[in-house]
């Protein structure tokens, strides 16, 4: 059974930086894909990150590109997402999600890590 845990969220400035961990456990995951996702209130959820265990290869929405950086160590088995030069906009509930290699749904996710932004 997968198990994914989020923290590090918070309350940060406009212009700060946080640093949210994942960490995962249950199975190996060297052909899983950890994707970070978030939800503004009033809003749908919206991809926001992901990283291929194995392999390494990320991909980011556009929004969040050169701002938000994704990795993972895979003796930790967890997984970062660094965010600098945060704005109000990125206040969200912050998910991290599992999704096997191939297959397009995330069938596992966490219980979420809130972020709020101050102007």
């Known amino acids: 059974q997968v198990q994914l845990v989020e923290s590090g969220g918070g309350l940060v400035q406009a212009g700060g930086s946080l640093r949210l961990s994942c960490a995962a456990s249950?199975?190996?995951?060297?052909?899983?894909?950890i994707g970070w996702f978030r939800q503004a209130p009033g809003k749908e959820r919206e991809f926001v990150a992901s990283i291929n265990w194995s392999t390494g290869t990320t991909t980011y929405a556009d929004s969040m590109k050169g701002r938000f950086t994704i990795s993972r160590d895979n003796a930790k088995k967890m997984v970062t997402l660094q965010m600098n030069s945060l704005k109000p906009e990125d206040t969200a509930l912050y998910f991290c999600?599992?999704?096997?290699?191939?297959?397009?749904?995330?069938?596992?996710w966490g219980q979420g890590t809130r972020v709020t932004v101050s102007s």
């Open positions: 249950g199975r190996t995951f060297s052909n899983y894909r």
């Open positions: 999600a599992a999704r096997i290699v191939g297959e397009f749904e995330y069938r596992n």
